[in-house]
C-alpha cells in the first residue's frame, strides 16, 4: 500500500468528500449492501471497503501512513434497523475496542502522522471516551445539531501518552 491516508473503518464513506480518493486506504470489518427500513422508508446502506479487516489488527506495516481517520461505532446498543446497518455498534467491552483501535491507527502512523478521531457522545460521553484510550488529542471541536459529535486531533510522537490509561491495561 503506498496511499498516505487511511481510513480505519470506512463504513459508506459518508463523510469523504471524493468516496473513492485513490490517495486512501478504506478499510472496514463489513463488506455487503443491506436494505433496511428507517422510519417507514426503505434505504440501501453499502460497505465496500478496500480491505477487510479489524481495525484492532490492521494488515499495515508500523509509520505506513501520514493521516488517519478513526469513526468507530458509537452505540452500545441498536435495533436490527438503519442505524445498526449504518453505523454498527460496539462491543460490551467498548473500552477494549476503542482503546486498541486507537492503539493500532497510531502504530501505522508515521511520526509526526495525523489521527483525526470522530466520536458521537450518543451513549458514551467524551470524558468516558478520554479516560479509555492511551494518547491525549492536542485539540478537538464540537460539532451536529447538539453539539454532540466531537472531531479529535492527535500525533504520533507528539500527543502525551497517557500512563494511567497503559497501567490500567496491566491491570
Ligand atoms: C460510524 S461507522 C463509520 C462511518 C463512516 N465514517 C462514514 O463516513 O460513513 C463505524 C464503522 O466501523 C465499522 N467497524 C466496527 N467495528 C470494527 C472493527 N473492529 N474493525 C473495523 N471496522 C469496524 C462498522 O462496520 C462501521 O461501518
Not at 80 to 95: D, I
Amino acid at each position: 500500500m503506498t496511499a498516505p491516508v487511511l481510513d480505519a473503518c470506512c463504513g459508506s464513506r459518508m463523510m469523504w468528500f471524493d468516496k473513492r480518493n485513490p490517495h486512501a486506504v478504506y478499510c472496514d470489518a463489513r463488506e455487503g449492501t443491506w436494505r433496511v427500513m428507517d422510519r417507514g422508508v426503505e434505504r440501501e446502506v453499502s460497505v465496500a471497503p478496500d480491505v477487510v479487516c479489524d481495525f484492532k489488527t490492521l494488515p499495515f506495516e508500523d509509520g505506513a501512513f501520514a493521516l488517519a481517520v478513526f469513526d468507530p461505532p458509537h452505540l452500545l446498543r441498536a435495533g436490527s434497523g438503519y442505524l445498526r446497518a449504518k453505523y454498527g455498534v460496539l462491543p460490551e467491552r467498548w473500552e477494549d475496542e476503542v482503546r486498541r483501535g486507537v492503539r493500532e491507527c497510531m502504530r501505522v502512523l508515521r511520526h509526526e502522522g495525523v489521527l483525526v478521531v470522530k466520536w458521537s457522545e450518543c451513549h458514551v460521553t467524551l470524558p468516558q471516551l478520554l479516560a479509555a484510550i492511551e494518547w491525549e488529542p492536542l485539540f478537538g471541536t464540537r460539532s451536529g445539531r447538539k453539539g454532540t459529535t466531537h472531531w479529535l486531533c492527535l500525533m504520533a510522537g507528539v500527543s502525551r501518552r497517557r500512563e494511567h490509561v497503559q497501567e490500567a491495561m496491566a491491570l
